[in-house]
């Protein structure tokens, strides 16, 4: 099989890389080549899809899939989809769960309406981006685009930080809030769970959308804040503490306290998505205590989370110590 990978870089791309090298394929990465590295034996062509002419460098090439993760302004994807028509069979575009409107909530499946978006829009927010990027990959590609609207993506190269900051917390020791109930289900995917699928549908020629992450409940807080001591080798306490309290300090979910949206928050549907239609096709996620273990070991290797590849960085994650401690200190002992 021939890929080429839009990008490749950064999180996704290049767990897809890693992914179709390990199978044996012709991998071609298509980016700035500003960013890090490709493994040995890739083809790196070079060109900035920003910019005029930036996709010169795809013309007279052939593939058999290409996957594209942008998630700037879809009118760059439109012109990608234009440039590489006869070119590729199928387009695999990695979207997003928040394109859906604003009226989704728990059990959203993927006929549900997105947000209002156009494919030849020059600029949005992220929602709007990925919603215009699915339009413009269909547009040109029709049923021979695969739109994968990925969930929570934790794993080894995570580029937010979110599980990564769980780990250095954790392994730092003390006293560490733990947001409850320690059952609060959560629903995620392993970037190598996500990057298998997408490259088996794709070689598949399967078209359409699928929320693509794990069944709600897949794991727990306290079944991955487990994980996280075990893995760390950590003599933290965990101080489980129930969101009312948490939500009370004015703790913000999923920015200052990563992964954790406490059941009846407005944004709990994003751990609550139906995705019966990818596990029918055939995703598989892999057990948590691996996820936490190998995203662990990744870290310690690398030192810190990495630069996003090509974009903006984003807000640091997660709870300053002092303002923990400050938390904890009004608890319960």
């Not at 460098?57 to 012109?79: N, Y």
């Not at 059990?107 to 215009?132: F, M």
């Not at 269909?138 to 780990?167: K, Q, S, T, Y």
């Amino acid at each position: 099989m021939r890929l080429l990978m839009l990008g490749g870089t950064g999180f996704v791309g290049g767990a897809v890389v890693a992914e179709a090298v390990r199978r044996g394929w012709a991998v071609t990465v298509f980016n700035r080549g500003v960013h890090g590295e490709v493994p040995a034996g890739v083809h790196r062509l070079r060109g900035d899809r920003d910019e005029p002419g930036g996709l010169a460098a795809l013309a007279g090439g052939e593939w058999d899939l290409v996957v594209d993760t942008w998630d700037g302004a879809p009118r760059a994807v439109r012109d990608a989809a234009r440039a590489l028509t006869g070119a590729v069979p199928h387009y695999v575009y990695v979207s997003s769960g928040s394109v859906y409107a604003p009226t989704a909530g728990p059990g959203t499946g993927e006929e549900a309406p997105t947000v209002a978006a156009e494919p030849d829009a020059d600029d949005g927010d992220y929602p709007s981006n990925k919603a215009g990027g699915e339009r413009a990959a269909v547009e040109v590609f029709g049923e021979r685009a695969l739109l994968v609207r990925a969930g929570l993506i934790l794993g080894p190269g995570e580029d937010i930080g979110r599980l990564p900051w769980w780990l250095h917390r954790v392994a730092r020791g003390g006293d560490v809030l733990a947001p409850g109930p320690p059952d609060l289900p959560v629903q995620y995917v392993d970037v190598r769970d996500l990057a298998g699928w997408l490259l088996d549908r794709g070689v598949e020629g399967v078209g359409g959308a699928y929320n693509v992450v794990s069944r709600s409940g897949h794991t727990t807080m306290g079944e991955l804040l487990d994980a996280v001591v075990a893995a760390t080798g950590s003599a933290a306490t965990l101080r489980w503490t129930p969101p009312a309290a948490i939500l009370a300090a004015g703790v913000e979910p999923w920015n200052d306290l990563p992964i954790w949206i406490p059941r009846g928050h407005e944004y709990r549907w994003l751990q609550e998505r139906d995705v019966e239609r990818a596990y029918a096709a055939g995703l598989v996620c892999r057990p948590v205590a691996e996820t936490v273990a190998d995203t662990w070991r990744w870290l310690r290797a690398v030192g810190g989370v990495p630069a996003r590849a090509g974009r903006p960085a984003r807000a640091p994650v997660g709870l300053a110590p002092e303002r923990e401690a400050a938390l904890l200190a009004t608890l319960p002992a």
